[in-house]
């Protein structure tokens, strides 16, 4: 939208060619998108969300000894580290609801977008 305004006040009241003031919009969002880069490359690990460690019971204790447990533990982890799937975020529940449904909202706007020049 603020494009568009852009592209209008350019072209009535200064004059300008479309083909300038498309020039002009051009860079302008070269320019953000270098600059959005260029913050993301400055971002250090203190912005991560830190992990919610779960409170222990009994019943997640290891059976085995602990020699036996922690080089189980270990390689797991180190098979865990090695799928696609350690890579995803830990979502609960409840959040996995909300997100589904905002997936499917963005789908159908989507898809609704993609049909509106029909």
Not at 40 to 51: G, P, S, Y
Not at 72 to 83: D, F, G, I, L, N
Not at 99 to 114: H, I, R, T, Y
Request: hydrophobic share 45%.
């Amino acid at each position: 939208m603020c494009s568009g305004w852009t592209v209008h006040k350019l072209e009535s009241l200064h004059g300008w060619h479309t083909i300038q003031v498309y020039r002009v919009i051009f860079y302008g969002y070269a320019v953000i998108g270098l600059l959005k880069f260029f913050l993301a490359c400055v971002l250090t690990k203190a912005v991560e969300a830190q992990k919610e460690k779960k409170p222990s019971s009994g019943e997640e204790e290891p059976l085995l000894s602990a020699d036996v447990a922690d080089s189980t533990v270990s390689k797991r982890k180190e098979k865990a580290s090695k799928t696609w799937t350690a890579m995803l975020p830990s979502i609960s529940p409840e959040s996995r609801i909300i997100v589904f449904k905002l997936c499917m909202l963005f789908a159908v706007d989507n898809f609704a977008s993609g049909l509106a020049p029909m």
